[in-house]
């Protein structure tokens, strides 16, 4: 891993429990400043409780954290240095968007007039410059997710948390969303903290990666180091699945078992149409390293008999896989 | 971590900005409850209410029969009652609304204290009570028919109001601050409020006695109620009724103390309140509220004994129902040798009805006096005061007791010359004359909620306010 000169976030050892039944049993973990760290788990993985935690909302049973060098015995001083997107936070609907941040701009000790040039500001960062001085009541379920984040800018943060900021949004929304917590990392330089269920967004975005399961870290580094660990167990798992054009299927489906590597070929059921499930011959040697050109001799293949590929997943090698392998049967 | 270094944060934003917390939260809330138009819609139900008490006042014809200062007292003690009301349910939505409405959390992120937040929305919630009071003013206005019990009724209305809505929002917000849903709160908060009703409902035997006299003394509803019938109705000094203003102003102290000292800074994002840390100066706040709270049934008991006064110096008077009539009484001992202590005593008899007894505690706040021993050739000069109730013919005298010397002795009463009462009856009210105030108040709140709401549009169409 390569040296990190600026933690923004550090959490030792946090633990929490409701009555007799743990929520969180030990979380460790750090970020660094103008990175995007994706806090992954299940339903009741305790990844609600963590945030609360690192948030100040909760206190932990035991453990510490620290904030911008902020220890969590000083939780005024913490939340000086956050921003926040709670899940499901609720809008008052009879202010406008600009009212509505620099209201919270004061709160963070801002003078009017600076509350006000700053929530000018943060609307424009957030593409909201135009229904600024709209009722929030107006607002589609983006906009005010939009709006929930320059809120959580309003203070210049440290550390930002973003819980599920993606979450009832289209496709489209989606995507301008992450761009928006990708520019917070890198422009402002912050660590932002990103909760989320979709997989597949915690994998485009993200730097680093937090798996939680029954309170527990199953998982954490760098994205490409979980991952990576998962695309080496893959390979050793004899299973790769291929989308090409469906009028190519049959011809694909005879090429892939010809190929001599190849144990059979099935039709992927309930996906849709084009994807083919290709089982390979197995390592003599399950300790061997794998070959790592198996995958590559396949798609060579069906290049040269000029099929179009659309797709090719190797299983285990997406986040989705290590997530599920990791946490499966451990939901509580 | 151990190769790590902590960065130190240089941005957090300095926490000064001129205004205190509380009053940004204050006027944010403040904002939400008057142009959300939770406040107004409120403030119409109850102009509404009132204008129909006021209706029904004037229109009826056995209420019409009411003197103005009772038909002011009871508009005043319906308009703190349902001022009351209003208050303590905008208290109870405060908390446990946001909770509901998932933007407490939004608050709770940010490095405000939570005894700010929590005073700031108890200013913006307690903000109704001075506009419904504004309101009344009118209804009483007209009832009162230039009646002198307006201004005290104004005055009383506007300082056990000031004491004891601020209060009951805090009541509500301590509820709502112990619940995660607003239907809770307001169910628990409702139930509240008819227990402080409930002791009024009682059976009339059930309300006097040594039991029900507490009941009523140590309940803030009963005991403000009572006081100001005593004052307002009956014309009795403050000086004999100050101690039934103890419980709301108990009330008012124990509820701030537990709001504000114990409650407001473990506000958390579920019902109830985070760990207690016990100082103590806290303990000794609390414990300061809950003595002073235990004490007012005993405090309120002691109720002064005023010295008691007879005189005549009147013959005949003919008054209108509703006014009153000032004399005084001289007692003269003409003897050679001191007297003994004296006791005065005024009738009233009712020529018309075959000579019935008048009660005088409706009629007079002094139904009797007492004086000490007058010396020989000595006098003493009573003052005394009627409060013409209902029309007819009367008599009123008054009867000077000497004190017996033992319990074994007797004395002779003197009686007096007795003053000819005659009560004209009361001008009624003309409730179409009535009914221009008993209409016109929901309207100049409608046209109110309309103004704001116009304004709003206009702020917002000009880009946001400022």
């Given at each position: ?17 409701y ?22 788990g ?31 015995d ?7 240095r956050?921003?926040?997107?709670p ?19 004061r ?30 009541g ?103 699945r ?27 059921n ?37 099929i ?25 | ?79 703190i009652a349902?001022?009351?009301?209003i ?22 992120l ?53 004491v ?5 929002t ?36 059930a309300?006097t006695?040594a ?111 509703s ?14 040798e ?13 020529l ?62 003197v009686?007096s ?16 004359g ?33």
């Amino acid at each position: 891993m390569e040296q990190r000169n600026r933690q923004v976030l550090v959490a030792e050892d946090l633990r929490k429990s409701y009555g007799p039944r743990p929520a969180l049993r030990g979380l460790s973990f750090s970020l660094d400043a103008g990175r995007i760290l994706g806090f992954l788990g299940p339903n009741g993985a305790g990844k609600t409780t963590a945030i609360r935690i690192l948030t100040t909302i909760l206190e932990p049973s035991s453990g510490r954290f620290l904030v911008a060098g902020v220890g969590s015995d000083r939780p005024e001083e913490i939340r000086r240095r956050i921003g926040v997107l709670p899940e499901s936070l609720g809008f008052p609907k009879h202010v406008t968007g600009h009212e509505f941040v620099t209201y919270f701009g004061r709160l963070y000790g801002r003078t009017a007039a600076d509350a006000q040039a700053k929530a000018v500001a943060l609307l424009k960062d957030v593409g909201l410059e135009q229904r600024g001085r709209s009722l929030v009541g107006t607002y589609s379920r983006g906009m005010r997710q939009r709006l929930g984040i320059a809120r959580a800018l309003v203070n210049d943060p440290a550390v930002v948390f973003l819980d599920e900021p993606t979450l009832g949004l289209d496709p489209k929304g989606q995507q301008e969303l992450l761009a928006l917590v990708q520019w917070i990392a890198r422009e402002r330089n912050a660590g932002v903290v990103l909760c989320s269920h979709l997989l597949m967004e915690v994998e485009s975005v993200c730097d680093d990666v937090v798996i939680l399961s029954v309170g527990r870290v199953v998982a954490s580094g760098t994205t490409a180091e979980v991952i990576g660990g998962a695309q080496r167990t893959a390979l050793g798992q004899n299973a790769m699945r291929i989308r090409v054009a469906p009028p190519s299927v049959a011809g694909a489906r005879r090429l892939l078992e010809a190929l001599p590597n190849v144990v059979q070929v099935t039709s992927a059921n309930g996906t849709a149409p084009g994807w083919l499930g290709v089982e390979l011959v197995a390592a003599p040697d399950p300790a061997a390293s794998p070959d790592p050109y198996r995958n590559n001799r396949i798609l060579d293949a069906l290049i040269r008999a000029e099929i179009p590929v659309l797709g090719l997943q190797t299983a285990g090698g997406r986040l989705q896989d290590v997530f599920l392998q990791l946490t499966e049967g451990e939901i509580e | 971590m151990s190769n790590a270094q902590v960065a130190n944060d240089s941005r957090a934003p300095s926490s000064r900005s001129g205004a205190p917390t509380w009053w940004i939260v204050f006027g944010r809330e403040f904002h939400e409850l008057w142009v959300g138009g939770r406040a107004l819609s409120l403030l119409l139900i109850y102009s509404l209410l009132l204008g129909i008490q006021t209706y029904v006042f004037a229109s009826n014809s056995e209420l019409s029969l009411i003197p103005p200062n009772e038909m002011v007292y009871e508009t005043l003690k319906g308009a703190i009652a349902v001022g009351l009301f209003i208050s303590l349910i905008i208290g109870a939505d405060s908390i446990s609304g946001e909770r509901e409405r998932a933007t407490l959390e939004g608050l709770l992120l940010t490095p405000t204290s939570r005894r700010q937040i929590v005073i700031g929305k108890f200013l913006a919630a307690a903000s109704p009570w001075p506009a419904a009071f504004a309101i009344a003013i009118p209804y009483m206005t007209v009832l009162a028919q230039g009646d002198e019990v307006l201004r005290p009724a104004i005055l009383w209305g506007a300082a056990i109001g000031t004491v004891l809505a601020p209060a009951f929002t805090a009541l509500g917000m301590f509820v709502s601050f112990w619940c995660n849903t607003n239907k809770t709160s307001l169910f628990i908060s409702l139930g509240i409020y008819i227990l402080f009703l409930l002791p009024a409902q009682l059976p009339g035997r059930a309300q006097t006695g040594a039991m029900g006299s507490l009941l009523q003394q140590v309940n803030p509803m009963a005991s403000h109620a009572h006081f100001l019938s005593k004052i307002l109705v009956n014309h009795r000094t403050v000086a004999e009724f100050w101690t039934w203003l103890l419980a709301p102003a108990l009330l008012a102290l124990l509820i701030f103390g537990l709001l504000f000292l114990y409650a407001s800074p473990g506000l958390r994002l579920e019902a109830g309140r985070a760990r207690f840390r016990w100082s103590w100066a806290r303990a000794a706040g609390v414990l300061a509220c809950l003595a002073l709270f235990g004490s007012s049934p005993a405090m309120a008991l002691q109720t002064a004994q005023q010295p008691l006064q007879v005189a005549i110096d009147l013959d005949y008077k003919v008054v209108k129902a509703s006014d009153h009539v000032l004399f005084n009484t001289t007692l003269t001992n003409n003897g050679a040798e001191p007297s003994a202590p004296l006791i005065a005593a005024m009738n009233i008899i009712n020529l018309n009805a075959k000579g019935d007894v008048v009660d005088p505690e409706d009629w007079s706040p002094q139904r009797t006096q007492y004086t000490e021993q007058l010396p020989a050739g000595g006098s003493a000069t009573l003052s005394w005061r009627i409060n013409a109730i209902l029309d007819g013919d009367y008599m009123v005298y008054m009867v000077v007791i000497p004190q017996p010397a033992g319990r074994e002795a007797t004395s002779h009463p003197v009686a007096s010359s007795g003053i000819h009462l005659t009560v004209t009856p009361f001008t009624r009210l003309n409730p179409g004359g009535v009914l221009p105030y008993a209409i016109g108040g929901p309207i100049v709140v409608l046209v109110g909620i309309l103004l704001i709401y116009r304004y709003r549009r206009r702020e917002i169409d000009a880009g946001g306010a400022k």
